[in-house]
């Protein structure tokens, strides 16, 4: 499995517009008084639905979980590798309020997707 690792980006003013095209960067960018952590490495960054929040709750980076698994599963393992993984390693990584969520869609719930 690859090296999982959970980082904050604050984004920077320096910017231009044509290097913010990478999705982290834009919602840095749009979020850049908030600590934000993306999963790393950036392979990840194409599993992001985009940004949740709520009452006492967030802002927070917002993933696709069947998306996640799927790229879990990229260095050769099995579904059950990717899960195991997924649940040690990326939703059970506490760091903070700002933590990411992963979001089981209607399609993953009605058994449509894989």
Known sequence: ???????????????KPSESKKTRDIIANQYEDVPLLFLDPEDFDKTIIGVAEGYNFGPTVAYDYDKI??????D???????????NFNQ?????????????????????EVR
Do not use: C, W
């Open 76 to 86: 050769g393992g099995t579904i059950e590798d990717a899960e195991e993984y997924f």
């Open 69 to 74: 698994i799927e790229e879990n599963m990229k």
């Open 1 to 15: 499995m690859k090296d999982q690792k959970v980082r904050q980006i604050k984004s920077s003013k320096k910017t």
């Open 91 to 111: 939703i059970g990584a506490y760091v903070g309020k700002h933590t990411p969520i992963f979001i089981k869609t209607t399609k993953t719930l009605k058994g």
